[in-house]
């Protein structure tokens, strides 16, 4: 029986992740859960997000995972060193690895950071870039505007493009090469904000990075699943399931018809 | 005092890790062994490759690294696994860093492996790849004639572009949108290469690669160096100086000239 990667965010957006490590690490088994009842984090006071991080670790470590990822920025700004302290397997967040990728990346030291008002005014990820590596520029702004578009659905509307090059206008005369999407939504926009920044900036998106992260510590310790068995993996969330299910149905595609789901809501806040 | 990183390969090769080391995370220590007196280690039988590399590791382990880079793939394809055992920090290879680059990369799930024929023969990209995700198809071409292209630093001539366009023919009608260089000679002739591929083919070089993967380990350990201390790194070769001095300056350039440097050829072999 092998030891699940508990992955959790605030609601749906910790699913990019899940589909990363469904697509580069597809013997893994994954538990995930979303907070829906509780979403969203953004404007909650970080000792808030700290106790509602540690009661769904406390919930999943019934599980025995392997690891745990924090699919969420806000959280992960606020809780990561407080859940490390409180469990004994490695611990990822968001931040770190797209911090990382983003030095693997730049060309110019320039980098760019756009995320939630709260991640932006936390410099979460300046500190993770200048820990690494003290040499890099970096530029954040917050786009308060994305969220809401993307909760909309509204992807790649003549609006969306307008609020996309107004909010990032102050970008533009900046040599930045890299733009850290500093929020598990972004992605949703990233044909329209690279159309805005140009082919010379690179997107870095958490999802991919932290998978990619996460599979570089699982193999170091020895604890990457083998076997030919195909995962089952398991999703949770405290609010209404059906909302949650269609939307992970949509964005997971066929691969979770291909493995048997189990819906649970805990009991929780 | 902080503990170096111990960076070791056949030659200079592995100059190009420690290039992208200084430049992703410079508050590290480098010290780097080029057997430069028994390169190259392509054509030799796996077991001397084994032996070579463990005497090398045992000379630097005196210097007390917290961590091993093997920058090298006939060595890391040989011996990552007796170095491991050998010793009690983290050994990392050039292999699994770049066989993770691609996985994070492809969108096709088909990627191209070109290396020296020992690396090919070894099939360790292949192994390394399929473990970490099965569903990867994986298509090797051994191109023996880069090496001496490299060796006589012929780039970007004609008869550079003629030889690399034929000897990649085979793998121009193959789906594939991401080549992994599976030698450190490759990189330097990255611009030709990408030239054959066309723009939608993504090349992957294990150098920044593997110091990205590196500073993930080093961080999940909390062993980051940290302070405001400019390293002096340390490198040794085992054979003729000279040679290997004027090339580590001209590919490190201006950092080179930043920090002393004590050259040392150790008894060995």
Request: proline share 7%.
């Given at each position: 029986?092998?030891?699940?990667?508990?992955i959790?965010?605030?609601?749906?957006?910790?699913?990019?992740?899940?589909?990363?490590?469904?697509?580069?690490?597809?013997?893994?088994?994954?538990i995930?859960?979303?907070?829906?009842?509780?979403?969203?984090?953004?404007?909650?006071?970080?000792?808030?997000?700290?106790?509602?991080?540690?009661?769904?670790?406390?919930?999943?470590?019934?599980?025995?995972?392997?690891m745990?990822?924090?699919?969420?920025?806000?959280?992960?700004?606020?809780?990561?060193e407080?859940?490390?302290?409180?469990?004994?397997?490695?611990?990822?967040?968001?931040?770190?690895?797209?911090?990382?990728?983003?030095?693997?990346?730049?060309?110019?030291?320039?980098?760019?950071?756009?995320?939630?008002?709260?991640?932006?005014?936390?410099?979460?990820?300046?500190?993770?870039l200048?820990?690494?590596?003290?040499?890099?520029?970096?530029?954040?702004?917050?786009?308060?505007?994305?969220?809401?578009?993307?909760?909309?659905?509204?992807?790649?509307?003549?609006?969306?493009?307008?609020?996309?090059?107004?909010?990032?206008?102050?970008?533009?005369?900046?040599?930045?090469?890299?733009?850290?999407?500093?929020?598990?939504?972004?992605p949703f926009?990233?044909?329209?904000?690279?159309?805005?920044?140009?082919?010379?900036?690179?997107?870095?998106?958490?999802?991919?990075?932290?998978?990619?992260?996460?599979?570089?510590?699982?193999?170091?310790?020895?604890?990457?699943?083998?076997?030919?068995?195909?995962?089952i993996?398991?999703?949770?969330?405290?609010?209404?399931?059906?909302?949650?299910?269609?939307?992970a149905?949509?964005?997971?595609?066929?691969?979770?018809e291909?493995?048997?789901?189990?819906?649970?809501?805990?009991?929780?806040?």
């Amino acid at each position: 029986m092998q030891r699940p990667i508990a992955i959790l965010d605030s609601g749906v957006g910790g699913l990019t992740v899940v589909k990363e490590v469904m697509r580069q690490l597809p013997r893994e088994k994954v538990i995930y859960f979303g907070d829906t009842a509780r979403t969203p984090y953004g404007p909650r006071p970080s000792d808030e997000v700290v106790r509602f991080t540690q009661e769904i670790v406390s919930y999943l470590m019934q599980y025995k995972p392997k690891m745990i990822i924090i699919a969420c920025n806000t959280a992960t700004a606020a809780a990561l060193e407080d859940i490390r302290s409180m469990v004994d397997v490695p611990v990822v967040g968001v931040i770190n690895p797209g911090a990382r990728a983003a030095i693997n990346q730049t060309k110019t030291g320039i980098v760019g950071v756009i995320g939630t008002v709260g991640t932006v005014r936390s410099r979460a990820y300046e500190d993770a870039l200048k820990r690494l590596n003290p040499n890099i520029h970096v530029v954040s702004l917050a786009c308060p505007l994305f969220v809401p578009l993307v909760e909309q659905g509204n992807f790649r509307s003549k609006e969306t493009m307008d609020t996309v090059r107004e909010s990032m206008e102050k970008l533009k005369d900046i040599p930045l090469d890299t733009l850290i999407l500093g929020c598990t939504h972004y992605p949703f926009l990233s044909e329209t904000i690279q159309e805005v920044m140009g082919t010379g900036v690179k997107l870095i998106s958490s999802d991919n990075e932290t998978a990619r992260e996460m599979s570089t510590i699982l193999q170091e310790s020895g604890k990457l699943a083998h076997g030919p068995e195909l995962p089952i993996h398991q999703f949770f969330c405290s609010g209404e399931p059906k909302m949650f299910k269609r939307i992970a149905q949509q964005w997971l595609g066929e691969q979770i018809e291909l493995t048997p789901v189990v819906w649970q809501i805990p009991k929780i806040g």
